[in-house]
């Protein structure tokens, strides 16, 4: 019933940027603990950023100062800016509707990022 669908992966070089939607339905972005998370080839899916209803955001150590988690209320889109990329930023970006009391976590198809170095 909830749908999340993710867009604007691609290849990019070390240093380079881009930006992550999340395009959301049957949901609303605003009222929800929203978060991304990425999955590195051979390892463990790793939560990167949240974003809570009420605008506080939390950010990973590996990605903080680089990435910015947003949305727009008026078309109901969550995202992430990644900024000064890393070849270890490779991986799938996964778009989530984060658990809450009552409420099982929702996942994205996800999005795959490739940096170049």
């Known amino acids: 019933q909830v749908q999340l669908e993710e867009s604007g992966g691609g290849l990019v070089r070390a240093g380079g940027s881009l930006r992550l939607s999340c395009a959301a339905s049957?949901?609303?972005?605003?009222?929800?603990?929203m978060g991304w998370y990425r999955q590195i080839a051979g390892k463990q899916r790793e939560l990167v950023a949240t974003?809570?209803?009420?605008?506080?955001?939390n950010y990973a150590d590996s990605v903080k100062g680089r990435f910015t988690i947003s949305r727009d209320n008026a078309k109901n889109t969550l995202y992430l800016q990644m900024d000064n990329l890393e070849p270890e930023d490779t991986a799938v970006y996964y778009c989530?509707?984060?658990?809450?009391?009552?409420?099982?976590?929702?996942w994205g198809q996800g999005t795959r990022v490739i940096v170049s170095s």
């Open positions: 989530t509707r984060q658990q809450s009391p009552g409420y099982r976590i929702y």
């Open positions: 049957n949901i609303i972005v605003e009222h929800n603990l």
């Open positions: 974003l809570s209803s009420g605008g506080s955001a």
